[in-house]
C-alpha cells in the first residue's frame, strides 16, 4: 500500500527564494493547477513542465493512524470534465529534487494574479522513517517553523483558503513559530 510519510515546513518567500532554487543543479520546476472534488479524499492536478502536461487524479485517505495515497494519471478530458465538479482549488509553483532516500518539494501557492501567499517545503521520507532529514542548505535561511506531523491546517486543501493561509503565516511570525 503506498503509505505517505511525509513532514512539511514553512518558508519565509522574500521574492528570490524561487528564481535561486531555479539555479540549483537537479531541480525541476512544474506549475500545478489543483482542485478538489466533493468526495473526501479525492484530488485532481494538472501537472505543467517545461517538458511535459499530465492530468493525475489522487485518492487519498487515513487508514490506521497513515495515510494511504493512490495516484493514476486521467486523460486532458477526463481532467476537465472533473474539474467542472471542483470545491477548493489552488496553483502552485512547484520545484523539486531528489536527496538520497528523501524527495523534496517546494511549493510557492499562488494567487490568480501570480502573487506568492504562501511558501512551504514538504519532504518524503522512506515510510518507517519518523524523523526528518535536515533542511538542505538553500533552504536553511528561509526557515520559519516546522509543521508538526499530521496538522490539518497545513494541508495543501486548506492552503487553498488563502485567508487561512495569510492568517497562519502571520501567526507564525508573530510566535516565532508554530503554536
Not at 500500500?1 to 532554487?21: A, C, H, T, Y
Not at 535536515?134 to 499530521?150: D, W
Amino acid at each position: 500500500m503506498p503509505i505517505e510519510n511525509e513532514r512539511k515546513f514553512v518558508l519565509l518567500d522574500d521574492g528570490g527564494l524561487e528564481s535561486r532554487l531555479a539555479k540549483v543543479p537537479g531541480v525541476t520546476r512544474s506549475l500545478l493547477r489543483q482542485a478538489y472534488l466533493d468526495v473526501p479524499g479525492l484530488r485532481i492536478r494538472a501537472i505543467e513542465s517545461t517538458d511535459a502536461r499530465r492530468h493525475v487524479f489522487t485518492y487519498k485517505r487515513g487508514v490506521d493512524g497513515q495515510t494511504v495515497e493512490i495516484e493514476t494519471e486521467i486523460s486532458a478530458l477526463d481532467f476537465e470534465r472533473l474539474w467542472s465538479q471542483r470545491r477548493e482549488t489552488l496553483q502552485k509553483l512547484r520545484y523539486s529534487w531528489d536527496d538520497g532516500p528523501f524527495h523534496w518539494d517546494v511549493d510557492f501557492f499562488k494567487t490568480d494574479e501570480g502573487r506568492t501567499y504562501f511558501a512551504q517545503a514538504e519532504v518524503e521520507m522512506p515510510e518507517d522513517q519518523r524523523t526528518p532529514p535536515a533542511v538542505p542548505e538553500c533552504l536553511a535561511s528561509h526557515l520559519l517553523a516546522t509543521a508538526p506531523a499530521g496538522d490539518p491546517r497545513f494541508t495543501s486543501k486548506r492552503l487553498a483558503d488563502r485567508g487561512h493561509a495569510e492568517r497562519l503565516l502571520a501567526e507564525i511570525r508573530k510566535r516565532g513559530g508554530i503554536a
